[in-house]
């Protein structure tokens, strides 16, 4: 499954780049991308364990940006 | 400023404040208001640090939430840790101002991102936001796009967007496609024609019938294919995400030797090892990588931006990257150099007959044809005979077709039709390319019409600029004879070209291309294909850049290509190699500029020459002129 979330006070490029990383590290992600342009963040993982993955995703946002927050819809 | 976010006001405000409380600050100090002995005693620290805190206390916040979390190195710890070590050596002003500046430069850029993604979003402000449902009583009822469902009758009202793709089912009228295909003359539709989404409904009324939910529609794809754009990152853009990883780091510890070793070299310490400090300090703001990370893909996102206001998508920077080093276009003939249809060439009358006589009665046998010759000579003319006056229509399959007309009986077919009905053939008739259809009246000769897969109007003038863009080679594709291959690349001015191949020979002949090129001299050299993206999407991954052209509405065409040209004007791809030269031009050109300013300020710096403040322009100052280059990809041309 594939998924979009917007993400509201991402402040900085460096930052977004961060979090693409750590986002892809976490186990079960096959792709994602945290576009600091769009102000987007797309997680692609198994649909089996897609929301724990979104919750760990959450958590990676939060370290490297803590005022940054991320809509779940 | 009204343009402002509720979060970007709040920072203006403090930092305005700050400013304040820090000019008053400055000029007490130098107006001797505040006694002399007090001047970098420790005393002052704490009136200099409510300046500060007010510009910089979330600056700090995320230096130690930074720490927590195990992230060192970001842009807060690296100004909080420089700006303490600023306090630390006495230079409290220097601290104040390092930490103002920083946030006056985080706001600029804050802001001009902001106004470029605001310029980005109007480009692609496609997207319905509201359908007008009918229901089966005949009431209308306004709903979200995203709860059509196929079947559904919508209206749409003048001015109105369209919110799925559907048919029209009532009402005829003009529909502006412009931003979806760059192209200004709107399109005219009627009952039982499809519209697309995101075109804008004219002076009437439409009934349609929806065809997709949203979700599947052209919009929705454009709108998720642009937004994934990113994703897929150029060479260039992966080259400055890694640079950064190590040059932030890298230039933290040349701050740290920069502090200890001189001092204990020099074997004063205690000395000197303030002003060192101060000097890496300046260090630790220049180490700041975000000028970098963030000049390269907004210079992209404003490329792929600028691309798609032409009518064109490209669906990822690395793409867009690759047509800027474009040496050979490979294209496919029919549909793509050429209409795709039969067209009338030329029309030759036999001695003491009138062309548009030819046409005409040979229009009059033709008239209720299905086939493709016969269709286009009924095109072709204006003046229609009677169909009164046309009786005993006969068709000879594969030969030709006779009926009578008036009185007299008129023959079109070609020439074993003409040989089988003893009608003679002059010797000295047209040659021109494409297929001859013989006409006759009564059993003689009077004209030949030629018939022909014509090239596009603006295809020849198009190849002109794609080579003037220094494309070095255009090679043609097709599964026709040579003879109808060779007539459209003279008429356009290709000298290389493949004629009879199958749909599996395309794909060797792209392949071998590509493997000439990888011997080339020049590595960087790529191959596009352009096709119409429904019989070549074999081809269309093959090559390095996939063109799929006239896709409006085509969901195997947007998928199998990597740039989609919606309209089918060969005039936008020299368009997009300019904007990708451009793109890469201007992305270069941040790069070297940061790159250079931020060398330039960590010499002067270790030399202390460069003090803090031009830290800062190196660091947000940088940052702030790098956007505004990447901006003028959006400038209107």
Known sequence: ?73 | MSSLTKKQRKDLIRIIIALVMFAVLMICEHAHVIPEHLHGSVAMIPVYLIPYFIVGYDVVRKCFLGIAHGQMFDESFLMTLATVGAFGCGEFEEAVAVMLFYQVGEFFQSYAVGKSRGAISELMSIAPDYANREAEDGSIEVIDPDDIEVGDILIIKPGEKIPTDGTVIEGEGLINTSALTGESLPRPVGTGEQVISGCINGENLLRVRAEKAYDDSTVAQILEMVESAASRKSKTENFITRFARWYTPTVVIGALILAFLPPIISGNFAAEFSEWVLRACTFLVISCPCALVISVPLAFFGGIGAASREGVLVKGSNYLEMMADLDTIVSDKTGTLTEGKFKVAKIEAAPGYREEDVLRVAAAVESGSTHPIGMAIVEACDSQIPQNLITDVENHAGRGISARVGNGVVCVGNQSFFVENGISLPDDRTEADGTHCFVSADGKYIGTIVVADMPKAKAKQAIIDILAEKVRRIVMLTGDSASAAKAVADELGITDFRAELLPQDKVRVVEELLDELSKSSNSKARLAFIGDGINDAPVLSRADVGIAMGSLGSDAAIEASDIVIMDDDLARIPAVIRIARKTIGISKANIAFALLVKFACLVLGALGIANMWAAVFADVGVAVICILNSMRMLAKR
């Open chain 1, 1 to 73: 499954m594939k998924k979009k979330y917007k993400l509201i006070d991402l402040d900085c490029a460096n930052c977004a780049a961060k979090m693409e990383d750590a986002i892809k590290k976490i186990d079960g992600v096959t792709d994602a991308s945290v576009s600091f342009l769009t102000q987007k963040m797309m997680i692609e993982a198994d649909d089996a364990i897609f929301d724990q993955v979104v919750q760990e995703a959450v958590k990676c946002i939060a370290k490297v940006e803590p005022d940054c927050q991320v809509v779940l819809k």
